[in-house]
């Protein structure tokens, strides 16, 4: 059983930066593949990033290609989502989620992953 909790997220400006962070815990998530979704009001849950495991490849949305990177710290059992030059539109609940092996054509799928965090608030302000 993996336990996430995010955090990191506040209200910001058009064009600011945030670091938004997803802890680990029951389990060492190294080489575990680790999603960031997000959800604004009265839309569907959306695929951000993804990492297949630590040092392995990663993937972005078209909407955050250029802006967002997904990193890992190891150490910490903590997977990051830094995010630049943000936008109004990315105002929504953003969340990490795990599982130990997620297949390529599938890391867009919510039900590929097994555990999920909380969620934490990201609002980006005109």
């Known amino acids: 059983q993996v336990q996430l909790v995010e955090s990191g997220g506040g209200l910001v400006q058009a064009g600011d930066s945030l670091t938004l962070s997803c802890a680990a815990s029951?389990?060492?998530?190294?080489?575990?593949?680790v999603g960031w979704f997000r959800q604004a009001p009265g839309k569907e849950r959306e695929f951000v990033a993804h990492?297949?495991?630590?040092?392995?490849?990663?993937h972005y949305a078209d909407s955050v290609k250029g802006r967002f990177t997904i990193s890992r710290d190891n150490a910490k059992n903590t997977v990051y989502l830094q995010m630049n030059n943000l936008k109004p539109e990315d105002t929504a609940v953003y969340y990490c989620?795990?599982?130990?092996?997620?297949?390529?054509?599938?890391?867009?799928?919510?039900?590929?992953?097994?555990?999920w965090g909380q969620g934490t608030q990201v609002t980006v302000s005109t």
């Open positions: 029951g389990d060492t998530i190294s080489r575990h593949a």
């Open positions: 989620a795990t599982k130990r092996s997620v297949i390529l054509s599938a890391i867009r799928d919510l039900g590929a992953y097994a555990y």
């Open positions: 990492s297949r495991w630590s040092g392995g490849s990663t």
